[in-house]
T-cell receptor, first 115, second 113 residues
């Protein structure tokens, strides 16, 4: 079955620390990849996406992610986190040509940034 | 409206009651998804509409769950004879196309007592 794994469930960092959140998926075909963020009290919103082309994609607020096809991974990075990055982060996969319409989400990573 | 609107934001139901959750997607968005998010989990797919056609309902957990989108815009998720395990946040998302960016509503939090 198709699935998405996020390895870190809770991450605590100090401001200015670097961030990397892991995401692996299980699907052998072509995928669209996403990272969504949910700030406290707000709805899920798109952070960045990968459809094709350059595997290093840049999103809002200084976030970036790298698609490594051979590793089925789409890890999220930010060189220097801010207190305002405190949120829950979800990796999601849309398998193409799979006969399914679903987007598959990971279980999320709660990031707390200490001021 | 500018975004996806869901109502009610909060619903408390007694076990056995029927509930209806409404989603008003972004105007012009063809695709509409319903997801269920339990505490501490990621969103789990329930069902997908392309315009008024329900093309995938593989995620609906039981026949107590029913969704419709009769005119290809507003959608309703109905849960009959609610059970405690139905307690969750129900998320609606819309998209211009089937595999593009999802725009989420704020969700409807259902608590079944």
């Amino acid at each position: 079955a198709q699935s998405v794994s996020q390895h870190n469930h809770h991450v605590i960092l100090s401001e200015a620390a670097s961030l990397e959140l892991g995401c692996n998926y299980s699907y052998g075909g072509t995928v669209n990849l996403f990272w969504y963020v949910q700030y406290p009290g707000q709805h899920l919103q798109l952070l960045l996406k990968y459809f094709s082309g350059d595997p290093l994609v840049k999103g809002i607020k200084g976030f970036e992610a790298e698609f490594i096809k051979s590793k089925f991974s789409f890890n999220l990075r930010k060189p220097s986190v801010q207190w305002s990055d405190t949120a829950e982060y979800f990796c999601a996969v849309s398998p193409l040509n799979s006969g399914t319409y679903k987007y598959i989400f990971g279980t999320g990573t709660r990031l707390k940034v200490l001021a | 409206g500018a975004g996806v609107s869901q109502s009610p934001r909060y619903k408390v139901a007694k076990r056995g009651q029927d509930v209806a959750l409404r989603c008003d997607p972004i105007s012009g968005h063809v695709s509409l998804f319903w997801y269920q998010q339990a505490l501490g989990q990621g969103p789990e797919f329930l069902t997908y509409f392309q315009n008024e056609a329900q093309l995938d309902k593989s995620g609906l957990p039981s026949d107590r769950f029913f969704a419709e989108r009769p005119e290809g815009s507003v959608s309703t998720l109905k849960i009959q004879r609610t059970q405690q395990e139905d307690s969750a946040v129900y998320l609606c998302a819309s998209s211009l196309e089937r595999t593009g960016e999802l725009f989420f509503g704020e969700g409807s939090r259902l608590t079944v007592l």
